[in-house]
């Protein structure tokens, strides 16, 4: 096909732009925007925007950097980074619908989505294969683990655990065990992975410390991204679920 840019829309010159990308009527591609293979841009979506950030200065440079087949919908807007030389990372094959937001150095890994209206806060990480629901808002700083699902209209202000469901303001709903499943990972993996949720958000004790106490002793890769996520910092507080429920989903 080639790279097509459309009537009407505007991409800067100075824009980085891979093979096959296609820019639609109204759409806006900035100088700071770098686009990897066969991104798609559609109308009114505006791509490397200044920072929505009292202190920055225009003339810094940062830049917003997008993986290969990303899908970037109607009046998508994704902001460039605060600090010089800095970036806010899109990963391949997200498919951002319509008005969703990525704000200045959020970084989002491969294969998320983002439904109509998702916003993305100021420095907010997502792991892949994460999925936030329509009008979700996520405050700055938060970090969203690997195969998470954010239900619509969340107000998301703690951390979200990797492979979790979460609903409401931040509150845990369960483990995302359709998505589980969908990643083809064996049952024992599942079943250590929900033996490693109860034990983690159970209702007393402490998570950093539980979680920590579980490491040396699991054998998967999924469970140990999954503990790990509960001792390596973080600047919000660690979402959880409401007492009394239990969220591990049935067995394996």
Not at 28 to 45: E, I, K, M, N, Q
Not at 73 to 93: C, F, M, P
Not at 140 to 164: E, H, N
Request: neutral net charge.
């Amino acid at each position: 096909m080639g790279t097509l840019i459309h009537p009407g829309a505007h991409v800067d010159p100075a824009a980085q732009l891979g093979v096959d990308v296609e820019v639609m009527p109204g759409a806006v591609v900035t100088r700071w925007a770098r686009l990897g293979d066969r991104v798609v841009v559609h109308p009114t979506a505006v791509i490397g925007g200044d920072p929505q950030y009292l202190g920055f200065k225009r003339e810094t440079p940062t830049w917003v950097e997008v993986g290969a087949d990303t899908v970037l919908r109607e009046g998508v807007t994704l902001n460039r980074a605060i600090h010089e030389d800095a970036v806010t990372s899109i990963g391949a094959r997200c498919f951002f619908m319509a008005n969703s937001h990525a704000g200045h150095d959020a970084q989002v890994a491969d294969d998320v989505i983002l439904a109509n209206g998702a916003l993305l806060a100021g420095h907010v990480e997502v792991g892949a294969f994460s999925f936030i629901g329509g009008n979700a808002a996520v405050h700055q700083f938060c970090r969203i683990g690997p195969v998470a699902m954010i239900g619509g209209v969340s107000p998301i202000t703690g951390d979200v655990p990797p492979y979790c469901m979460v609903a409401d303001r931040s509150v845990v709903a369960g483990l995302n065990v359709v998505g589980l499943k969908r990643r083809g990972w064996p049952r024992e993996v599942i079943r250590e992975l929900k033996d490693a949720y109860r034990a983690v958000m159970r209702p007393t004790g402490n998570m950093r410390t539980v979680a920590a106490e579980l490491l040396p002793d699991v054998s998967s890769e999924q469970a140990r991204t999954f503990l790990e996520f509960f001792t390596t910092g973080g600047k919000r507080p660690i979402a959880r679920p409401r007492r009394g429920r239990d969220d591990g989903g049935d067995d394996a």
